[in-house]
Each structure stands twice: as structure tokens, then as C-alpha cells.
């Protein structure tokens, strides 16, 4: 079965750590995204990748680094300087978007992270 | 403020009952999107509607896009315990110019309770 497949699930850390999320699909999608979800709100972009070793800021990029060395796989870094770090954090993947159409995204089942 | 804002943000029906939910947004777009999230998971696409269109149909959802007013809504027909959910629109901006990313904004969602 095609997917996107995030972990762990559950992960906790203490305050000052660093912790990489880990975000792999086998759909053969170009385009990678991380989202940051917190209690009873929406989706917030973090960074989104359209390709292989290039990647972009999205709305709430501070604190936070990614790679893409290879199509498959868009980690997420969750730095010491992410102030509020606990949330819960949703990886996507759709085709390569291109200017004025957008794809539908495929979403992991993201990782909840809490940091004390 | 959001780019896509959802009414109500809280919908309690009976099973079989209809359950119609808002989304409003501020600037022109090029396609409205929907999404479903059961607690804890990840985001399913539900449906997509372009910017010249009005309404579409996918099984008992039922969505239309009004452009002049800027706002769709999700249309749940004969509603069963399952569609208990929080239920998502998303929008992107139009492109002034860019080929590359996506950066759809989602609304703070409804929650839906469809009760047996």
C-alpha cells in the first residue's frame, strides 16, 4: 500500500534537546510538506519541499530545519529554539504543484510531540 | 486573520440527519479544497473544487463555491456516527507569478458530532 508514514507517534523530550520527526512516502510524489496542528485549531506550514534538495519557509519556519536528500524522505528538526514546541506535527506529500492548480495533499498520521 | 474560516466551529445531528458547514476566505483563490481529520490522525482529502466551478458532487457530499461572496460549504447528506470528524477547508492564494509551491491556508475546522 502507498503512503506516508510518520514516527514515532508519541515522542517526548526535555526542554532544550533537539528531536528530528520522521516523514517517509512511497507514493512517488515530487512535493513535501510539514504542518504544525495545536488544540482545536488548524493546519500551520512549516517548511515544503517541491524537490529533491530544495526546500522552502513556510508561515512558522523559526525554530524549526528540514532536508531532502532524497525524494522519499522529509525530516524535520524541532530545534532548541522553537519556544513552544509541543504540538502535534502532520507530514504531506501531493505531485509537484504547479502555478495555478493545486493538488490534494496525502497526510501522514503525524507524531505528537511534547516537550517539558 | 485566516485565509479560510469554518462555520460552525462546533455541530452536534442526529444520525440521517443533513450536516452543512462554512467556509469563508479573503482573497481570490484558484481552488478550494476539503478535508476530513478523525481525532488524532492525519488529514484525508475530500474534495477539491476549482475557482470556476460552483458546485460538485462526491457520494453524500455535496459542495458549492461562491466567489463573489468568497465562501463554499460541505454538505453532508443522511450523516451516519462514522462522519464524526473535524472537517477542514483549505485555500491558496492565487499565484502572482510563482511556478513553484503550494501554500494552502486551512480554517480552524468544524467539529462535527453525529450522534447514533
Known amino acids: 500500500d502507498g503512503g506516508i508514514t510518520q514516527s514515532p507517534k508519541y515522542l517526548f523530550r526535555k526542554e532544550g534537546q533537539n528531536v528530528t520527526l520522521s516523514c517517509e512516502q512511497n507514493l512517488n510524489h515530487d512535493a513535501m510538506y510539514w504542518y504544525r496542528q495545536d488544540p482545536g485549531q488548524g493546519l500551520r506550514l512549516i517548511y515544503y519541499s517541491q524537490i529533491v534538495n530544495d526546500f522552502q519557509k513556510g508561515d512558522i519556519a523559526e525554530g524549526y530545519s528540514v532536508s531532502r536528500e532524497k525524494k522519499e524522505s522529509f525530516p524535520l528538526t524541532v530545534t532548541s529554539a522553537q519556544k513552544n514546541p509541543t504540538a502535534f506535527y502532520l507530514c504531506a506529500s501531493s505531485i509537484r504543484q504547479e502555478s495555478s492548480y493545486n493538488s490534494p495533499l496525502h497526510f501522514g498520521n503525524g507524531t505528537r510531540l511534547t516537550v517539558t | 486573520s485566516q485565509q479560510g474560516e469554518e462555520d460552525p466551529q462546533a455541530l452536534s445531528i442526529q444520525e440521517g440527519e443533513n450536516a452543512t458547514m462554512n467556509c469563508s476566505y479573503k482573497t481570490s483563490i484558484n481552488n478550494l479544497q476539503w478535508y476530513r481529520q478523525n481525532s488524532g490522525r492525519g488529514l484525508v482529502h475530500l474534495i477539491l473544487?476549482?475557482?470556476?466551478?460552483r458546485e460538485k458532487h462526491s457520494g453524500r457530499l455535496r459542495v458549492t463555491l461562491d466567489t463573489s461572496k468568497k465562501s463554499s460549504s460541505l454538505l453532508i447528506t443522511a450523516s451516519r456516527a462514522a462522519d464524526t470528524a473535524s472537517y477542514f477547508c483549505?485555500?491558496?492564494?492565487?499565484?502572482?507569478?510563482?511556478?513553484?509551491?503550494?501554500?494552502?491556508?486551512f480554517g480552524e475546522g468544524t467539529q462535527l458530532t453525529v450522534n447514533p
Open positions: 483549505a485555500t491558496d492564494a492565487m499565484s502572482r507569478g510563482e511556478t513553484s509551491g503550494s501554500r494552502l491556508t
Open positions: 473544487i476549482r475557482s470556476n466551478e
